[in-house]
Structures are given as C-alpha cells and as structure tokens.
C-alpha cells in the first residue's frame, strides 16, 4: 500500500456509534498495512501534536470499540475560522501532519469539521503537500446536507421512541390520580429530527406522545395550552415532545434561561421542558412531570440500533477506501435507494456540498396542525430505527464497554503556542 | 379449588416490572381456575366498583403483559387513612368485595398499599367476611421492610448504572473542551438505593460516578464544591449523581423547587440536578450538564434486570399461592441466602412488619467520606441489575409492548359517593 500515515480525529458532541466509525476505519486501514494514528480530543490534538498509536490496541479492543459509546480518543467543540483568519492554525496542522508523514486526515464529524477538513485540504494544495482529506459523517441531530441520514442519530431517535413510548405507557397508569401531563426534552438546535422520531412511538391521535413542537414551527403558547388541554379532556392525559430549538414567532428560544454561547457560537440551550412543564401547571393546573434525557440520548449505545451501527461502520469502512484512492475533499454520505424495503448504499459527496449547511426537516413531514409527524416522515424515519444491536454484557448486569490504552506517539515538534 | 374471585390491584408509582407481577397472578390464578378481577386504577377502581375482567384476555396477551412496562390496569396514588376516619370507604371495599364474590385481595404496591391490605382485612374480620389479604411487594425506590429488595428496583437501578456509565462516556470525550461537570438526578424521596445503584457504573475514585449525593446524609455544599473541584482537576471532569431527596443539615430539602405535596403527604421534588449545576456553574465556572431521568428509570422495560424480572413475577406467583392457603395479611418477601453465588427465595412476611415502615440504605453501605457506596453496598446490589431481559422487538424496530382490552364487570351496586 502507499506510505504514509492516516490520521483519524473525532469533532463535536459524541454519539452512541461513533466509534463504531472509528472501529470500522482503523480495522480497514490494518487491512490495508496502513498506520492509523488518532488525535487527542479531535482537531485540539492535531493542533498540539497529541497523536494516539492505535496499533497499540489489540483486534478485540478494536472489535469492543465498535460497541462503546462516547468518543474514544476524545472530541472537541473548537471551530477553526476562515483560512484567513486562521490561518496559523492551519499551518500549524499542516506541520504536524508533515512531521508525521500523514497523507490521508479523516475529520468524523458534523458540517463544521466537513468545512475545517475542506480548508485544511486546500492549504495542503496551496502549500503543495500532499493530502486527501475525507469527512465522516456524524451527528445525532441528523442535519448533514446531502446524506440521506446521519451516523449516530438513528441511534438517539431509537433511545428517544423507545423511552417515550415506555414513559408514556407510565403515565397512562398514574394520570387518574396523579400526571396528566408529561414532557419529554429532545436535542436538536433548529432541526426537529429528534423531536420527529418521538412520533414514532404511536400512531393516531389518541397515542402518544400527542404533540410534538418542532423547531421548524413557531411556539404558540396559547395554541399549545389549548391542544393541551383537549388531549387531557380527550385521552385523560398527554404527552409532549418538545425540541430544545423551539422558538416563538418572534424568534426567541422559548429557554433562553441556559443562556450563554458555546465555542460554536450556538447558543447553549435547555429547559425547554421544565418551562413548558411549569407553565401547563399554571395555566391549566395539572399535575405535570417531564423530563430532561441530555447526553442520556445520544450516549445509549445499549439501545443502538442496528441500522444506524451498519452505516456507521461503513462510513468509516468507505473513509479508509475513498482516502486512499486519492479522492480528496470528499464525504462518505448514506444514499437512500429504497423505503420499502429499506435499501442504502455509500456514494462520495464533495465536501463543499456539506460544509456549513444545515438540513431541517422537509415541511412535508410535520402534519399539517404542526404537532405531529405525517406518513412520510414515518416511512423515512422508521428502518433508521429498525434492528437492535445491543452490546455484550458482564456478570456484572453491565455492557461491556473497553478503554483504550491510548498511548502516545513520541512529538517531534515544539510546543503549539495557539 | 375454593370458589370465589381474586381481585388485584396496583398502587402507587409503577415499575418496568409490575406488569410482569400482574402476568404471575394471572397464569398462578388461570392454572388453579381461580377467577381474577383486576381494580381499575388501584383501589379508585375497588371503590368505584370498576372491576376489569382478566379472563377476556388471551393467553398470548397475558404472556407479553410480563414484558411490558407501566400499569396495565391502572394505578394510584390514593392512601386510605385509619379505619376511624376512613371507615366509609373501608365498608364500600367490603361491599364491593361481597357483590363479586371477592375472597383474595392481592394489593401490589408499596409500605402504604400494605398498609391498605392490612386495614381491610382487620375490617374484613371484624364484619366476619372471609377475606385473604396479601401484599405484593413493588417499588423503585427499594425502601420496603422485610423484604431484601422490591420488584422493580433491580431494573430502575441497572437503567442507572447503565446510564451513568454510557453518560460518562459522552462527558469524558467532550472534557477538554466542553462539559466538565454532568449531574444525574435519582429518584428517591428519603432513601438513597437509586443513587447507590449507579456506584455500580465504575469502580475506584476516578472512575465516574466520582460523587454521589444521597438523602442519608446532610448536603454540605462548600464540601460538595471542594470535592468537584477536586475531582475535575485531578480526572479532567466529574460526574455526580444526586438523589432527588438531598437535604441540608437543617433538613431542608435541597431543590424545594418543585414545591407543593402529592395526595400521600410527601413533598412533590424535582430539580435537584438542575440546581447542584447551576450552583456548580456560578461557583466554580466550569461547563455544566445535566440529567432528569424522570419515569424514564422507572419504565425502562428495555433494559430491565433479569433478577429483578424473576423476582417480580415470583413474589405474584407466591401471592397466589399464600391467598390460596389462608394465608391472611402477609407479603411474599424476598430472602438473600447468598451473596456469592447469588440465592434468594420466597417467604411470607405479616404485612403488620412491613406498613408504613420505610427501610434507608445501612450506614455500612455509604462510604465513610459519604460520598459513595463501600464494598459491602456493591456486593448486595450488583446481583440485582444481574441479567438482561429484553422484551421482543418488532419490525419497526420498537418493543412489542402489549395494551389490554380492560373489558369492564357489569356493576352490582350503585354509584359510589365517596
């Protein structure tokens, strides 16, 4: 095979099956008798020359990390800005990658990292060194421009059918004398996939959860209260889902209380359920609970789902195979082929395509009333949650989740002064 | 076998296995062709007279009723007083009781409901009306006397475990540059075994959950702050887990949020998590997240403890079996008769032991700084959350949860006043 080295590097929050990803490129690139090293906490390690010898682990560590969660090697929400503005920065990576022979960068993450990996492949070009850079598609909010869905969220969706589905089957058990109204709080900043899959959990207006609020839909309290109210009347109690995202008319985070930034420049967000849960309480004067599930769902690796496990590991398998033949700036995307039966294949998708855009839900998958899901939103969504695949479990009643040993590669540059 | 007909009801909050106690009555009953009648909404539907024939529901329904969470008939939380105060309501069970041939009353719930059974067999007798009354034991929150550990519990605490483990996963890849400290919030009003049970996700003092917080002992916050800053300095994050019934020193409840009280007199709570994170924010400035599980520990059906599973559907095959012989005012308790390997049995307990008693973790189970669970607490839970027993999964990649018809009993009797 060509020489060189691959270097692997996780971005942004971590999903259930990211390492899945990472399994699936590092056991490809062994095939291959290519070198795979590994960033420490994503793009930070490459800036700071903290790379990881994955040949360090063995088969079967490798064999476990497709079925642990989080992120192996560490992640990182850091944005780098334009070549410009950053451009230190780049040159710096470009250094390392040059001190340690690195010819292919695979960047896992969402659009930003698709965006950083496309500049860093285009100093390499203006610099005259030679690159492949690959994206790798990843995120639980499911809001990658041109792949059909996204690694990691098929997983959260499942999580977030399965548990709503349960918490509602309690409700239905205690609403006589206790909760009538319970909210469920999905992740998702503008984009209401989580939210959506929620739906998936009943069918007609009587099963839950009864109202979704989407991000793509204005928040109309008054509007919300009343539909509230007619499911309590109707069904003895109601579920809600709500996105985090969701906004009012006039643009306003209905939880604005999380406030602050994050280093993406997103506002950080949370409490959009214990708002809505104390405002149903006062206005209406029901007994409400709800719920606030946070990394829960997009770390529950034990209720995986199977084909969100399979796309995640060959985005990572066709990675390792587009890098090195030399197809550069581009992404592994999931091409849908089929929705009945389920068909997908992976297709390459130039990078340019996927950096910085945002895909929000198609408007002709949220019910016309706004606060459900319509049959094409079902039929999307439904095999991205089909199949289980849960990991191995110990004696101790515990998922047999590995530790990398991590060890570090010996630095051959000075200290970054970023 | 005897005439006459079996009524169970459920009380109280429900567990992701109290259905599967429901599915032991039934098949015990059906094999020794007892009738049973299940209350619709715990003893609300005894006192309204809404009885729900179970003999309407196949034997294929009854079987998947034992993997499917929440209350199948219903439940509440309603307690009785004292026969003094509550007499009327009292008399109309035994009214209620009489109309439909009722001579085994199998309440599943917790210390109150035992304490319910219990009242009405003492009225039972006094009226001479040959009544069984039987306890079954049921609750998340594991403080029943007597009894080694409740239906339900098991399960509610592998959710924990499971969860605090794969949430750390999440925390420690995005450490570097984002969360620092994730709080989990337990259920748990005066007893700590929820909280207790996540200790089972790590092992050691840098392994997560590195703090645990538990309503046993006084909340000191400076001794928190310290301990967090402590830990993220020395492991690079922290993940804490609080029960939701932390108190200071002065036995103030440390999120008194929530406010209010339910129909059992105990004080409404909620928000524990929320607030240690805001405070943990404020005073030490790190990147806060944080968890409100809610009913999702508690319905987790997908992740249910195979011991605990066992255990649900062995105290209601015991529940019959004791109703069947006489056996008055009792509960089928659970016996440990080993640690290692792991051996319990079924026995008879009076229900006059197990009323109104509420069991905290023992001092020996926390750890001397407070702050976690010892050795002797890891090998009395860990065999609980031993084992998995997932329910069957569908097509549509969602457990097969099963809804019974609830055919209603013609009423004998006319409305209830109460």
Redesign the interface.
């Known amino acids: 095979m060509a020489s060189g080295t691959l270097l692997y590097a ?1 971005s942004g ?2 999903t ?1 099956v990211i390492n899945a990803t990472a399994a699936a490129v590092i056991q490809t690139a062994r095939a291959k008798k290519v070198k795979v090293l590994a960033a420490r ?2 793009i ?1 390690g490459a800036l700071r020359e903290e790379l990881i010898d994955t040949s360090k682990e063995s088969p079967a560590t490798i064999q476990a990390l497709a079925h ?5 090697f ?5 944005k780098l800005k334009s070549l410009d503005e950053d451009r230190a920065k780049y040159e710096r990576l470009l250094e390392v990658f040059k001190a340690h022979d690195v010819r292919w960068f695979l960047y896992n993450g969402g659009n930003d990292s698709a965006d950083t990996a496309l500049k860093v492949s285009k100093l390499a070009a203006e610099f005259d060194y030679p690159l492949t850079c690959i994206g790798v598609p990843k995120t639980i909010d499911n809001d990658l421009a041109v792949t059909d869905c996204c690694p990691g969220f098929g997983s959260a969706a ?1 999580y977030t ?3 709503v ?10 609403a ?4 009538k109204v ?1 909210v469920y709080e999905a992740m998702g900043r503008h984009a209401g996939w989580l939210a959506a899959s929620a739906g ?2 009943g069918n007609g207006a009587d099963e839950a959860p009864h109202l979704i609020l989407f991000p793509e839909r204005p928040y109309d309290e008054a509007d919300f209260f009343k539909r509230v109210k007619a499911t309590v009347e109707r069904v003895g109690y109601c579920v809600v889902v709500a996105s985090e995202g969701i906004r009012t008319a006039d643009g306003r985070f209905v939880a604005d209380a999380g406030g602050g930034k ?2 993406f420049g997103h506002t950080q967000l ?2 959009v359920a ?1 708002h809505l849960a104390g405002r149903v309480k006062d206005a209406l004067g029901y007994k409400v ?8 769902q ?6 995986a ?1 199977k ?1 969100d496990l399979e796309q995640a590991q060959a985005v990572g398998k066709a990675a390792v195979e587009f890098a090195l033949k030399g197809m550069n700036s581009v992404m592994p995307v999931i091409v849908r082929t089929s929705d009945a039966p389920y068909r997908w294949k992976i297709e390459a998708a130039p990078l340019s395509k996927v950096a910085n855009h945002e895909k929000t839900m198609p408007a002709g998958f949220i019910r016309r009333d706004g606060y459900g899901i319509t049959d094409k939103a079902r039929l999307h969504l ?1 095999p991205l ?4 695949a ?1 990991p191995p ?1 110990g ?5 047999k ?1 590995v530790a990398l040993k991590n060890v570090g590669v010996r630095r051959k540059l000075g200290n970054w002064a970023g």
């Open positions: 996780q929050g971590v259930a906490n994503g930070l642990t969660p989080g992120g192996a560490g992640s990182c929400r850091v499942k059918a399965v548990s589905r349960e918490a509602a089957l309690d409700v239905a058990a205690m006589d004398t206790s909760t319970f998936l959990a994050d280093s949370g409490g214990s609970h709800w719920t606030l599930p946070d990394y829960l997009r770390s529950a690796r034990h209720i789902s084909t439904e949650i089909r199949g289980e849960p479990y004696r101790d009643g515990l998922p989740y």
